[in-house]
């Protein structure tokens, strides 16, 4: 007995001893504490640019203060000319079309559709002046508007539907003199308001995000590191990195967490293995839109009532609109899980004129690529944005209607509520033939979420996904993932085999008892018997 | 009938099987909460668990196979058709008349034929089945990343997962089995002790036991030489 025990005394050392050497946590932490350690030092500029006489002068336009820009910083205005941001368009080629040129310039979307015969409206949102579609220059210097990204008073804005150009009441001097890198402020004043309003397009770049705390986002947290948005969009010559798949298509210029992090950022082999298939992104930002709302679907084909004759809009209790005349209705959500696709970096879009085959089932108006056994994909968490929009049912393409217009009686839809004089007019904008036929069709736009990381505690526990219910990836089934699959015939010849088993001692376990109760009796009856004798 | 006590499980073949049933039982209950079945350590520690469990086990099965080696023991487990009609009947019929064993355990005989072919089918193929899908399923990487199992060529882990998941099925029968075989030796309770201290009571003075030829084993011993 004393063996017994001392054997297993010295089993269970051994287990809790091999348990304790292959648990020890031996992870070099000098990379996150070296990127903890740069980010929240305060960047200060190595000039003082109220100094400068020529910022001093009286500027009669914000061309003049581009003008004074690039006086000093010669060259960097070739720069700007040849980005995106200026542009709205980029050089991209699509598996199957070959080269394209897509961007906001041209490209479709299932919120506002797109630009084209809007710009007076849109174009507050472009890096120039004055960006209308017949009028404006993009080869004059001039109209670029350096203020815009490069303001670090916080009084810089741009003026409605002035096609770019700034609020005429500000001080083009103090703001000329209070430039730097950009700020959050500079990039959200956009990025955050895509749409038509906060939060409208994205989920995760909202205004909550000029300030938020460290629940929201553990990197821009403005009591902690308090990163700027080109500390992760890394900028060399004005070529910025990162952009979102609703306009790119290639796999290049991306602005990724492994930069900072490297591929293998964990303490736990295990965790580092699934890099491999799995996005950052995908277990670190739990949830979107934590704070205020985003638009998840929009119905178009509802727009157009009015009441008394006049244009009206219906509010949620957080005061999102659900219906506007102009627009439709909407449908918002907040601490949204996000859905989870495979995605190789790869995207291809729908393009203006594009034939729809199937016009039973959603169209996808930006497809991102990829699939399991694709080498170069990994699982990313996206906001679905679900709309049902004007097409021509009998050309079967996307209708991009004139919805903008300054004034009643020009056939924009914000103004007369025609669709088919709208639609008419958008797509001779677009130089496209219409049939005077409009209907409505299922649309989806996939926005990869990579903002509004969460902190350690709140990442994804491993059974939100390697689980038999509710698992956030049921929806990716072209994969065997440990937990949430299985074999129905594995599972049913196993279970059918301990079965038949059990069923198998139980039967002979029984007969015994049974034949040795019988013997035991017929041994009493006879030991009864030879007593009796 | 008389019983006697006989010395059968050496030390180390005893701290082996209790070892080994530990380590099976945990790796079956770890393995089902990876399975998806139940949820008790949380899925990270279960996986953990599971993997450290798995590598004591590999141990454990290197000092095994050295141990039936060096000692000759594997004999043990050669296949044999001989008397396999007689073990038939018996668990058939002969245990509800309490009829004896139809043979002896000896030290150097201590399988009878279904144990042979059970525990050999155990050794050489559920448990090398279990260790290379484990192996397996611990290192399997994605084809691109150059673990060096791309030679493999496997593009699926599910595979590998039906594969152990099956197998783990097939252990569980063998220790429900196991648990009630071990109730028919010549008392209720003498094969468990015998397992535990190492001496079981054995039925020897039955005229009707077919007594094992030892010489058998021992002079292949010998040839093998």
């Known amino acids: 007995m004393k063996k017994i025990v001392l054997a297993l005394i010295l089993t269970g050392i051994v287990i809790f001893s091999a348990v304790k050497i292959l648990t020890t946590e031996n992870y070099d932490h000098t990379n996150l504490d070296m990127l903890k350690e740069k980010y929240p030092r305060n960047y200060s500029s190595s000039v003082d640019h109220s100094q400068f006489v020529i910022l001093q002068k009286k500027f009669n336009s914000p061309q003049e203060v581009t003008e004074a820009c690039i006086s000093c910083h010669t060259e960097r205005d070739k720069e700007v000319m040849q980005s995106s941001h200026w542009n709205w368009e980029r050089e991209e080629y699509i598996e199957g079309r070959g080269i394209v040129y897509v961007g906001k310039k041209n490209a479709v979307n299932n919120y506002c559709i797109g630009v084209e015969g809007n710009e007076q409206s849109c174009a507050k949102c472009h890096i120039g002046f004055g960006m209308t579609s017949t009028t404006f220059s993009f080869t004059d210097p001039k109209n670029i508007d350096c203020l815009v990204c490069h303001d670090n008073s916080e009084t810089y804005a741009k003026g409605n539907e002035l096609a770019g150009l700034p609020d005429p009441v500000l001080d083009l001097n103090y703001i000329s003199q209070h430039v730097g890198k950009p700020m959050r402020t500079n990039c959200g004043v956009c990025h955050f308001y895509g749409g038509g309003g906060n939060n409208v397009k994205h989920g995760d770049l909202e205004e909550t995000l000029f300030a938020p705390s460290k629940d929201i986002d553990v990197h821009m947290n403005s009591e902690g590191a308090d990163m700027q948005c080109v500390d992760c969009h890394l900028t060399e010559k004005h070529v910025i990195l990162g952009k979102i798949y609703s306009l790119s298509s290639m796999n290049r210029n991306r602005s990724t967490c492994e930069q900072c992090h490297t591929e293998n950022p964990h303490d736990e082999d295990i965790l580092n293995e699934h890099t491999y298939k799995v996005a950052c992104q995908t277990c670190h930002i739990p949830l979107y839109a934590k704070v ?23 509010d949620d209790e957080d005061g999102n609109h659900t219906y506007l005349s102009i627009k439709g209705s909407f449908k918002w959500g907040n601490n949204l899980k996000p859905e989870y696709i495979w995605f190789n970096g790869t995207a291809d879009h729908y393009l203006l004129g594009d034939v729809i085959d199937d016009t039973t089932k959603p169209l996808k108006i930006n497809t991102l690529n990829g699939t399991y056994s694709d080498r170069d994909s990994k699982i990313i968490p996206v906001k679905i944005h679900r709309a049902v929009q004007p097409f021509d049912p009998v050309l079967k393409v996307l209708i991009q209607p004139k919805l903008f217009a300054d004034k ?27 049939s005077g036929k409009v209907s409505f069709i299922k649309t989806e736009m996939y926005w990869p979420v990579n903002h509004m990381v969460s902190t350690k505690d709140l990442t994804l526990k491993c059974n939100e996904c390697h689980s038999r219910e509710d698992s956030r990836l049921a929806a990716l089934t072209d994969f065997y993932m440990p937990a949430r699959d299985y ?13 038949l088993t059990l069923l198998g001692v139980f039967t002979h376990g029984t007969i015994r008892i049974f034949s040795s109760k019988k013997r035991f009796s017929e041994n009493q009856n006879f030991s009864e018997v030879n007593n009796g004798k | 009938m008389e019983n006697d006590k006989v010395y059968i499980y050496k030390s180390f073949e005893r701290f082996w099987h209790w070892t080994q049933a530990a380590l099976i039982f945990f790796l079956g209950f770890t393995g089902f909460e990876i399975h998806g079945s139940i949820s008790f350590f949380g899925y990270l520690n279960a996986v953990k668990y599971h993997n450290i469990a798995a590598y004591s086990f590999i141990i454990l099965i290197i000092f095994a196979i050295f141990w039936h080696l060096s000692t000759g023991e594997w004999k043990q487990y050669r296949p044999t058709l001989k008397n396999i009609k007689a073990y038939v009947n018996y668990y058939l019929f002969g245990i509800f008349r309490n009829a004896p064993h139809p043979t002896n355990k000896t030290v150097l005989n201590k399988l009878n034929p279904l144990q042979r072919l059970v525990y050999l089918g155990l050794k050489i193929l559920v448990i090398p089945v279990m260790v290379i899908s484990g192996l397996l399923y611990m290192f399997y990487r994605y084809p691109q990343s150059g673990g060096g199992i791309e030679v493999l060529n496997i593009n699926s882990i599910e595979p590998i997962a039906l594969l152990h998941t099956f197998g783990a099925f097939l252990l569980i029968a063998f220790v429900i089995t196991h648990l009630y075989l071990i109730t028919t030796g010549t008392t209720i309770t003498s094969d468990l002790k015998a397992m535990i201290t190492g001496y079981e009571e054995i039925e020897t003075k039955d005229e009707n036991v077919i007594v094992e030829k030892l010489p058998e084993i021992t002079e292949e011993v010998y040839e093998t030489r």
């Open chain 1, 408 to 434: 009643k009686g020009e056939g924009a839809f914000w103004q007369d509520f025609d669709w088919r004089r709208s639609s008419e007019l958008g797509m001779k904008e677009v130089k496209l033939p219409f």
């Open chain 1, 292 to 314: 205020n709302a985003t638009k998840t679907n929009w119905d178009w084909s509802t727009a157009g009532k009015l009441k008394d004759g006049q244009s009206y809009e219906e």
């Open chain 1, 487 to 499: 074999s129905t015939f594995v599972e049913t010849a196993g279970i059918g085999i301990i079965l």
